[in-house]
C-alpha cells in the first residue's frame, strides 16, 4: 500500500501540528529531541484508518530511526476490515514496521510513542482527523475569533 507524507499535501498544518518528544534519560534511548512524521495510505477506496509514524532525530537528519504502525480504531473495525483475525491484530494498535528497517533505538521510540504520546487523546484525534483530511473526508476547521466553525468537506 503506498504511503504519502501528510506533509506533502498539508504542509503547513504537518509542521505546525507535528508531534516532537524531548528525552532526557530514557532508558536505551540518547538525550535528543525526537519528531514524529505522519503517512497515509495513499490507495485509492483504501479506508484502513491507520498511519505510518517516522520517527527522526533532531541530531540525525534525514535517517529514519523507527517506523511504527499505529491503527487508532476498535479491534472489531480491524477484523471487519481485514477479514483475518491474525493480520487485524497487527493492526490494532502501535506496532514496529515489520517492513521497514529499524534502528537500535526503534524499541525504545516505540515505548515513548506508547507511553507519552498516545497518552495524549488530543494527539490520537488530530492523527485520525489528519487522516479524514488526507484522504478528502474531513472537514476542514478553522479559528474565526476564538470559536470554530464548520466548513465544507474537501473535494
Aim: contains cysteine.
Amino acid at each position: 500500500m503506498p504511503m504519502t507524507p501528510f506533509y506533502t499535501r498539508f504542509r503547513d498544518l504537518a509542521f505546525r501540528e507535528m508531534r516532537s518528544a524531548t528525552t532526557q534519560g530514557w532508558e536505551n534511548l540518547p538525550d535528543g529531541e525526537y519528531g514524529f512524521l505522519e503517512l497515509y495510505c495513499d490507495e485509492k477506496g483504501c479506508d484502513c484508518r491507520r498511519v505510518i509514524i517516522d520517527v527522526i532525530a533532531e541530531n540525525a537528519p534525514g535517517k529514519i530511526l523507527a517506523v511504527i504502525n499505529y491503527g487508532w480504531e476498535d479491534q472489531a473495525f480491524y477484523d471487519r476490515w481485514m477479514r483475518d483475525p491474525q493480520l487485524a491484530k497487527e493492526c490494532k494498535g502501535p506496532v514496529l514496521d515489520v517492513l521497514n528497517p529499524q534502528s537500535q533505538y526503534a524499541p525504545a521510540l516505540l515505548r515513548l510513542f506508547e507511553t507519552v504520546l498516545l497518552q495524549d487523546e488530543a494527539y490520537v484525534r488530530r492523527l485520525a482527523r489528519h487522516y479524514e483530511l488526507f484522504k478528502g473526508k474531513g472537514i476542514v476547521r478553522e479559528a474565526v475569533k476564538g470559536k470554530k466553525v464548520r466548513r465544507h468537506r474537501r473535494p
